[in-house]
């Protein structure tokens, strides 16, 4: 199990969320504390370690330090808006 971090932008991004859209985006974050890559994970070119998974038109963004066995969550943001500014 790899312990979980959120960024500071990351937590912003999720407690704008609400309702439906919160907890689909939360289990998905907690998901990867069992499964770092799961299915349709992709790794994002020129970002070191950095990976994303969909959910829904969202986008959520985070490293893996295998060697430490930590994931840490950079941003989640719509998919037009995800990766402006990264």
Same mark, same amino acid.
């Given at each position: 199990?790899? *312990?979980?971090?959120?960024?500071? !932008? %990351?937590?912003?991004? &999720?407690?704008? &969320?609400?309702? @439906? &859209?919160?907890?689909?985006i939360?289990? %998905?974050?907690?998901?990867?504390?069992? =499964? *770092?890559? *799961? #299915?349709?994970?992709?790794?994002?070119?020129?970002?070191?370690? %950095?990976? !994303?998974?969909?959910?829904? @038109?969202?986008?959520?963004?985070?490293?893996?330090?295998? %060697?430490?066995?930590?994931? =840490?969550?950079? $941003? &989640?943001? #719509? $998919? +037009?808006?995800?990766?402006?500014? +990264?």
């Amino acid at each position: 199990m790899y *312990p979980l971090r959120l960024d500071g !932008r %990351a937590q912003k991004d &999720l407690d704008r &969320l609400r309702g @439906d &859209l919160w907890r689909r985006i939360r289990d %998905a974050i907690l998901g990867l504390q069992d =499964t *770092p890559r *799961p #299915h349709g994970s992709v790794k994002l070119q020129g970002a070191g370690e %950095a990976y !994303r998974i969909r959910v829904g @038109d969202y986008r959520v963004v985070y490293e893996v330090a295998d %060697a430490k066995r930590v994931v =840490t969550v950079r $941003r &989640l943001k #719509h $998919r +037009s808006e995800v990766y402006k500014g +990264s």
